[in-house]
């Protein structure tokens, strides 16, 4: 699911050894240099990030791959490996634009996803978030809202979220009906694998719409958020033990409720797919990913 792309989700069997995780895996994002006139960077000045991890764990990981908040869903750097004790630096530029200047600052991090032992993936670590002036306004007074309206969906329909009554249905919402029934069909077959497939192609598109809306610090929260939540998904398919599956949730849970905070969508509690441990594997998979897409098409369409 993370090995390339954080938003790609692939379906493949449990493997063995996944259980405990190396930590130790450091983050760092800074600014390569300071702007040109020694205060803040100006309209169409390139600003330039470095991005350094370091190893700090007991074991050797691999299959890194480097997003930034700035670049969207599509990792900017890769590699193989990374050996106990190692560091390895990678760079990302952007260039201020006339909005980052309105706001004063440009809010930015990273996230970073890898591997261990038998390819088993490990919790996503996140880098600090780093802010650069862009005009000589107080960073306080650039406050404002995170999401725009412009791009996202409109109209009083739309997936329903009511954790208090238990009710989480797609079938009120135009744009997802279809899916709703396809992916019902699917599971009455228990075709889970296509069930998990379709809301899958669902949620992605939820994520990419509120990226597309979202400020800096918005898109920070939507890359983390979604981060953490497949990582959540890989935790149940790689048969990890009960609390690294619920570590994993709740991670996901709170930056879910940290992103309503910023879209102003209120403080309804987050929906979980089976607490009870009723389900399993791709089943729970499916379901997770049914109230992921619920909880993204109520954000959405509620953003202030």
């Known amino acids: 699911m993370c090995k390339s792309n954080v938003c790609t989700f692939t379906l ?38 470095v991005i350094t991890l370091t190893n700090d764990s007991d074991n050797d990981i691999k299959d890194l791959a480097v997003y930034d ?31 980052e200047v309105t706001r004063a600052r440009v809010v930015n991090s990273a996230v970073v996803t890898f591997n261990y032992g038998n390819d088993v993936s490990a919790t996503p670590r ?4 780093v802010y650069s002036k862009t005009n000589e306004a107080d960073d306080a007074a650039a406050e404002a809202g995170h999401f725009g309206k412009t791009g996202l969906p409109s109209g009083e329909a739309f997936c ?17 009906s ?35 809306a979202g400020d800096d610090r918005a898109k920070c929260a939507v890359l983390e958020e979604r981060a953490m939540f497949y990582a959540y998904l890989e935790a149940i398919y790689d048969e990890m033990s009960a609390d690294a599956v619920s ?12 992103l309503r905070g910023l879209a102003g969508a209120g403080d309804t509690d987050v929906l979980s797919a089976d607490t009870a441990g009723e389900l399993s594997g791709i089943e729970l ?17 509620t953003v202030k």
């Open 69 to 99: 908040s700035l670049a969207g869903f599509e990792s900017i750097a890769a590699a193989k490996s990374l050996a106990q004790g190692e560091t390895l630096k990678f760079e990302y530029s952007t260039i201020v634009t006339e909005e």
């Open 247 to 258: 570590f994993r949730r709740l991670r996901a849970e709170a930056l879910h409720k940290r």
């Open 178 to 212: 279809e899916a709703a029934g396809e992916a019902a069909e699917a599971e009455t077959n228990e075709q889970w694998f296509e069930a998990a497939r379709i809301w899958n192609a669902e949620a992605e598109k939820l994520y990419a719409e509120l990226w597309e």
């Open 160 to 176: 329903m979220l009511t954790a208090g009554e238990a009710v989480a249905s797609l079938t009120a919402c135009p744009e997802h």
């Open 285 to 301: 998979i499916a379901e997770a990913l049914r109230l992921k897409c619920v909880s993204l098409c109520e954000l959405v369409h």
């Open 126 to 129: 996140f880098s600090n978030r």
């Open 12 to 49: 493949y069997f449990p493997r063995e050894g996944a259980t405990d995780e190396p930590n130790g895996l450091g983050v760092m994002k800074t600014e390569a240099h300071g702007p040109a006139n020694g205060e803040y960077y100006e309209l169409g000045e390139t600003i330039d990030y």
